[in-house]
């Protein structure tokens, strides 16, 4: 009996996992086959596509979707065109001026105001954007120059070795720059102004362009300070001279210069003490009583031109500006030109050329300002004694100040070549800046540069010599 039972139940379990592994394997055939094989093979009386077919019609269901999408934007389009034809009729058939002179009208009036307006818009934009106040700068070396330019030649303080301080822009481009800058500040100078004075200058592009001079050489360099008294006729000349001697030949050539240029317009004044160029210049400017005028400080070794007041007044505006030229100095004429014999006539010297001179941006000894801001800064200092370091020291009172300082180079400003003598009783400091000075004014790099190799070269062209004897 204990057999037969174990037998039925033994049996039983088998079936059991037969049943198990048939269910199992189905299972897995389920899960583990393509879908569009098991659909087909599972339910084999649907009509379903394959995989690319499936693909299509869902393609041709989004293409169907912008064809409507299309159709809809069309009729959209169409029924704005009717609303513009009716709108059109509608003015059409308004009563008022004709077509064509409504047609002429917009199209002349239109263009005019929307270019008084650009015009209008950029004049208030150029308005805004001019400096009308100075920034606060620590000392003389943070001030970065401007360049001076005409419609020909650009002049340049930053040179070195190969640049020239004087070039003409060569490229189509940067003249055309030039030209439309010369427009613009020639169309600002020019504004009508709000006092309504119509009694000051108008100029004009001849007044930037120096071709007008060219050719012509007593014309290019023709005005020294008798010519410019002659030829601007506004200004009053103050000379201040220290000490005695020669003070009756001083006297001599100013007597001469009134009575052959007809001008009265000047003063003497005799400081019978040590040499002070700040004490000059002080004494100088507060001896004027008179109105409000430009004060241009001036050395008697410098050369100017009537084209030089100009630019002066131009860059200088009271309790605004003040104007630093950077002037061109001369080198010594005998290293130059060689011998005696072959140095040409002083205006035939003064040209801005690399060979001549050089700009001479350490020095801040010329300036044009207004005799109430010199007279509100302080003016100099008066304990410097001798040569050198008032200028700097004014110029460094107008940095700190709210005064916007103009530096550019000068084409019409010169400083003559004399010698040089440095005097024991400068300070270190005085007599170093002399010296410094001194060494700059002689000559140019490349020529100094020669002085020194001179015997070299002479030694070479013997040997030259005696080689051509030999053969």
């Given amino acids: 009996m204990v057999r037969r039972g174990l037998m039925a139940w033994l049996s039983r379990i088998g079936v059991v996992l037969l049943v198990l592994c048939c269910s199992g394997s189905v299972l897995y055939m389920l899960s583990c086959s393509p879908r569009g094989d098991t659909q087909h093979l599972a339910f084999p009386g649907r009509k379903s596509p394959t995989g690319p077919e499936e693909y299509r019609v869902i393609l041709r269901e989004a293409e169907e979707h912008q064809q409507d999408y299309i159709s809809s934007l069309k009729r959209q389009l169409a029924r704005l065109k009717d609303a513009l034809q009716e709108r059109s ?4 058939s308004r009563p008022g001026p004709s077509n064509a002179s409504m047609g002429v009208g917009l199209g002349q009036a239109l263009p005019k105001r929307t270019q008084a307006d650009l015009l209008r818009f950029l004049h208030s934009q150029i308005d805004k954007a001019e400096v009308h106040k100075g920034v606060k700068l620590p000392n003389e070396y943070a001030a970065v120059p401007f360049e001076s330019f005409t419609r020909q030649k650009v002049y340049q303080l930053e040179t070195g070795l190969t640049r020239h301080p004087e070039e003409k822009p060569v490229r189509k481009d940067k003249r055309d720059d030039l030209g439309e800058v010369i427009e613009m500040g020639l169309e600002t100078l020019n504004r009508p102004k709000a006092n309504g004075n119509t009694k000051l200058r108008v100029f004009s592009s001849s007044d930037f362009v120096e071709e007008r001079l060219e050719g012509k050489k007593a014309a290019l360099h023709v005005c020294s300070r008798e010519m410019g008294i002659r030829l601007d006729g506004r200004v009053h000349l103050t000379v201040v001279y220290f000490g005695k001697e020669q003070m009756s030949e001083v006297r001599g050539i100013l007597e001469n210069t009134s009575k052959s240029a007809h001008f009265k317009n000047f003063t003497f004044v005799h400081l019978n003490e040590e040499f002070s160029r700040g004490k000059g210049l002080e004494v100088g400017a507060r001896v004027w009583k008179g109105g409000n005028v430009v004060l241009f400080f001036c050395d ?12 002066c007044r131009l860059n200088t505006q009271p309790g605004k500006k003040v104007f630093y030229p950077v002037l061109f100095s001369q080198y010594n004429p005998s ?10 006539p002083l205006e035939q010297q003064l040209v801005v050329k690399k060979e001549t001179g050089f700009w001479r941006d350490f020095g801040f000894g010329m300036t044009c300002q207004y005799h109430s801001d010199f007279i509100n800064i302080g003016g100099f200092d008066l304990g410097i004694k001798g040569w050198g370091g008032e200028d700097a ?14 530096r550019s180079p000068a084409r019409g400003l010169f400083h003559l070549w004399h010698e040089k003598f440095c005097l024991d009783e400068l300070t270190p400091e005085q007599y170093k800046m002399c010296i410094q000075s001194k060494a700059m004014n002689e000559a140019s790099h490349g020529q100094l540069g020669m002085l020194v190799f001179r015997k070299e070269m002479e030694a070479h062209r013997r040997k030259k010599k005696t080689s051509v004897k030999k053969t």
């Fill in 300 to 311: 008697v070794d410098i050369y100017f031109t009537a084209e030089f007041l100009t630019t």
């Fill in 89 to 92: 009729r509608q003015l059409k």
């Fill in 393 to 406: 020291h004014l110029y460094r009172k107008y940095l700190h100040s709210n005064l916007m300082v103009v």
């Fill in 335 to 344: 290293l130059i030109y060689g011998h005696h014999d072959s140095i040409p």
